[in-house]
Structures are given as C-alpha cells and as structure tokens.
C-alpha cells in the first residue's frame, strides 16, 4: 500500500481512479470537438482516437479488445460521423494493433509513434470513407492537414496519457 | 523499450476462454457497427433521436464557452484596429459616399419593385423567422461541415428548415432535439444550393467543398462563364431555401465552373436566424382522376 493511502475510503478511490480514469479520459478525448469552434475545414485531430491509441501502446493489457466499440460509440455521438463508423474503425485499429503486437518482439519510442500514424491515418481515411457512405462527398486531399496534425501531436498525447498514468497508480 | 507482456495468459483455461471470448465480441462488435453505418445510410434520419439526447446534454457546455471565446477574439480584433486607423478611415469614408449613392439608387429600385407587384398582384411570401439562436460547435474532427445550434423542437425548429445569418446563407437543418439542432453547413460536400448570379440571373448550382470553399457550376454550359467577384444569391428553385439570400462570392474560375467563398463565416456569426421551409407557388397540383367503380 502507497504511504499516501491512509484509510480504506482513500483505498477505494484510488482503485476508482485506476480502474476508470482511461475510459473516462478517452471520452473526454472524444468530447473535444463540443469546443466552441466552428470549423470551416476538418482540421481538429481525433483526440479521442489518439488517447486510445496513446493507452493502448502505453499499457497492452489495460483494456480487453473490445473497448473499442463503447468508446467508439461514445466518439460516434459526439463527432458528427455516423453512428458505428467509430465503432468499427476503433475496434479494426485495435486488433490490427494486436497483430503488430505478435510480429513485433522489442519495441521504442519511434516504433510507437510509427504504428499511431499508421493507424490514425487509416482511421481517418475510414473515417471520410463511412461519413462519404452516408451522403458526404469528400476527398482524401481534404483531410492531409488533419492527418499531419494528428501525427505531429501524437508524442504529446501520449506524453499526457502518461502523466495521467503516473498520477492513477500513485 | 523490453517486448510488451505476453498477452497469453498462462494455463489457466478460464483466463485463455475470457481472452478468446474478448476477440470474438470485438468481432461481433464491428461487424454490429458495419450494420449501423449501412443502417445510416439507408434510413440517414434514423439515428437522430440518441445524437440529439447528446448534444442536449453537451449545448450548454459549448454555449457558455462561445460567449468567452467571442469576447476574447472580438478585444483582439480591436486593438488591432488601432494599427492602420487613419487610411481606413479615409477608405470608409469614400466608402460611404458610394454606399449612399446607391442605397438612394436602391430605394428608388425598392420602391419601382412593389409597384410592379402590386401591379402584378403577386403576394411577398411569409418570411418571418421562427427563432434567431447561436451556433455553438462544430464537427471539427470529421470531414462533414456540420454545426449545432442552441435552439430546437421547443422553439418551433424542424429538420429542412434554412438557416441564415445577418451576410447570407448558413445552412439547413438536418436533425432536430429538444434544446439544439445540427445544421448542414452550405460548405459541406453534401449540400446542394440552387443559385443565380446576381448581375443576370444565370442560373447555377452551389456545392460545398468541405474545406470552407464552395463549388459553383452553371447550368448552362457555354465555357468560362464567371468571374471573380461574381456574387450569388438563392433563386428559390425547387424550394426549401427562399430566393434572395446571398450564397457565396467567386474566388477563381475554373472550366465551366468557379470557386468561390460563401458570405457567412459560421466562426464569426452572431446569431443565425432559422426560416420557415420556402415552399414556391406552383401551379395547382393535377387532381385524380375519381376511381372508376366506385359509384
């Protein structure tokens, strides 16, 4: 037991936290885009993809495989992509993810970030491909800012993701 | 880094059957979201009801925030101001004077127009507004333009309803809940604008581009026909939008079309105002045949 802890109530949160705190942290990811922004180009990255993603690499047996599909739903109902399109691509990231697990024996810092880009990229080309199924029509050329963005701020996600990490085990 | 832990969990069988069981529901649970997609796509306004509970929840949140982010950016833009103050002072004025000329102009043109109505006994039709409400936030992340506005089903909004700003044209709405509603942008890629030009009424049609940029291609099509600077504005063909708002302002011309920036920048409206569906006068609508055999 931490020396922090000193009664079972301080127990009981701490257990919360670390159970909880990456869901709920990855919603709020999600819950970004209800900043008042008004956007004219899709330029915002998909930060709830990226905090999945940034604990996924971080901790490999924090969440079943599954986890995907009710953060995903969560991100479909705030993002303005049509339901299931999170729920899909989120999931595919994750055992795609799994299957680079397999193949891969030692992994750095660099490697990390190669497999989130490829996976945020791929999403988000699913992403205009489902939004383009239901009535849009985008094109690829539109979303590489979005992309750029997405890869350049992944490193400083994850680098939050394990803030936050240090701060729910301790 | 050292290689990640196993995720094979070691001999117990009920641990291997749980992972085992994990893939198969992450299976089944994309497979369940390739349904819902496909379901979007055939019934586009069936998901409407669980996405507007959100967005009830979440409105207040994006309104308040707007409010501070409007004051922030509106004492930026004033010090600014400061810098170049003398010759835009002197570029307004000449401003003015032309302005003047030509709201004389226009009220002569304003006052010629009814007459000719009367004359022609054709009836304005009911443009009152039904509710002026803020646009709080935005699909930011995907590549659809859609915005949510803080007014919905209580204030009298319904889904196909146009929305327009103190410039022009903003959008239609798209989905309704009880407090907000989600506004197709003119600017996304699948909002389809009926259009003239204001100069000649050439007739045209406006698409978004999904990048703030709107797609202007004539009906008739002759070659180059737009310039830059070319001004559009709703022709209240087939409905919905009501004529005579503006639309959008050509950039470039391209081909048999041009590009061009839509007057309403949704980022730094103020209000927009929600319009009754316009619905065209048309000619009576053929009335059916009785059916024979029922005398």
């Known amino acids: 037991m931490s020396p922090r802890i000193r009664s079972d109530g301080e127990e009981r949160i701490a257990r919360l936290r670390g159970t909880t705190l990456p869901v709920i942290s990855t919603m709020l990811g999600s819950a970004t885009v209800i900043l008042p922004i008004i956007a004219t180009t899709p330029l915002l990255p998909p930060f709830g993809f990226l905090m999945l993603l940034a604990w996924r690499l971080l901790r490999p047996e924090l969440?079943?495989?599954?986890?995907?599909?009710?953060?995903?739903?969560?991100?479909?109902?705030?993002?303005?992509?049509p339901i299931g399109s999170g729920m899909l691509l989120w999931t595919l990231a994750l055992l795609g993810i799994d299957l680079a697990d397999r193949r891969m024996v030692w992994r750095d810092?660099?490697?990390d970030w190669l497999i989130a880009a490829a996976a945020t990229i791929l999403c988000l080309i699913g992403g205009l491909v489902t939004a383009n199924a239901t009535g849009g029509n985008g094109t690829v050329l539109q979303i590489v800012p979005q992309m750029i963005l997405s890869v350049?701020?992944?490193p400083a996600v994850a680098r939050f993701c394990a803030l936050l990490d240090r701060w729910r085990l301790s | 880094m050292a290689p990640p832990k196993n995720r094979r969990p070691g001999f117990s069988r009920r641990a291997q059957y749980g992972l085992f069981a994990g893939y198969v529901v992450a299976v089944l649970g994309a497979l369940l979201g390739l349904l819902l997609i496909v379901t979007a796509w055939v019934d586009p306004a069936g998901h409407n009801a669980i996405r507007a509970l959100i967005s009830d929840v979440t409105s207040p949140v994006s309104s308040a925030l707007r409010s501070s982010v409007r004051a922030t950016g509106a004492s930026g833009t004033a010090v600014l101001e400061y810098f170049d103050a003398g010759s835009k002072n002197a570029a307004l004025r000449e401003e003015l004077t032309i302005a003047r000329r030509k709201l004389i102009e226009a009220r002569a043109t304003?006052?010629?127009?009814?007459?000719?109505?009367?004359?022609?006994?054709?009836?304005?039709a009911d443009s009152s507004a039904i509710v002026a409400a803020r646009l709080t936030s935005s699909s930011a992340s995907s590549s659809r333009r859609f915005a949510m506005l803080n007014a919905g089903s209580v204030h009298g909004v319904t889904t196909g309803q146009p929305v327009r700003g103190p410039d022009g044209l903003v959008g239609r709405v798209i989905e309704i809940g009880r407090g907000t509603a989600r506004v197709q942008l003119i600017t996304d890629t699948g909002n389809v604008v009926p259009v003239i030009r204001v100069t000649d009424g050439l007739p045209a049609i406006a698409t978004g581009n999904g990048d703030g940029s709107i797609d202007i291609r004539a009906l008739t099509a002759t070659g180059n026909v737009f310039k830059p600077g070319d001004v559009f504005i709703t022709s209240g063909t087939g409905g919905v939008y009501p004529p005579k708002i503006p639309v959008a302002i050509a950039i470039t011309a391209s081909g048999d079309g041009a590009m061009a920036r839509p007057l309403a920048n949704p980022a730094k409206l103020d209000y927009a105002v929600v319009l009754p569906v316009f619905v065209p006068i048309v000619a009576n609508a053929p009335v059916a045949p009785p059916e024979e055999g029922t005398e």
């Open chain 1, 109 to 111: 810092y660099w490697q």
């Open chain 2, 110 to 124: 304003e006052y010629e127009n009814r007459r000719l109505k009367r004359l022609l006994g054709i009836a304005e």
């Open chain 1, 152 to 154: 350049l701020i992944f």
């Open chain 1, 63 to 81: 969440w079943p495989v599954w986890i995907g599909l009710p953060l995903g739903l969560v991100d479909d109902l705030f993002s303005g992509q």
